[in-house]
């Protein structure tokens, strides 16, 4: 999806989830542009009374959201023995 030059408005988008997918299809968000498209629409569909394809595809879309805005997962520098020792009682 380009950037749209108006603010979109729900009325205005598919109501079925081809129709959506074929408007902006759904995929792993690499960038910014990509993450403040994925926004836009999820902000246009969330508060309406949506049908069950625009659920799911808003579904979708706030997974992609979430994912693009959780840091990585970082891996510890310890060791592979240090790792393999660990013990529920070290923690209590």
Known sequence: MKSPAA???????PKTYS?????????RLHDEADYRNAV???D???GHDL???QEDYLDL?????????????IISSAKPRQSAEWS???TA
Not at 19 to 27: A, D, E, K, T
Not at 68 to 73: H, I, S, V
């Open 88 to 90: 529920p009682r070290a």
């Open 51 to 53: 049908n069950p394809d």
């Open 40 to 42: 836009e629409i999820v």
């Open 7 to 13: 603010k979109l408005s729900f009325k205005e988008l």
């Open 44 to 46: 246009c569909l969330a």
């Open 61 to 73: 879309l706030s997974d992609l959201v979430e994912t693009y805005e959780t840091p990585p997962f």
């Open 19 to 27: 129709g959506l997918v074929q408007w902006h299809m759904p995929r």
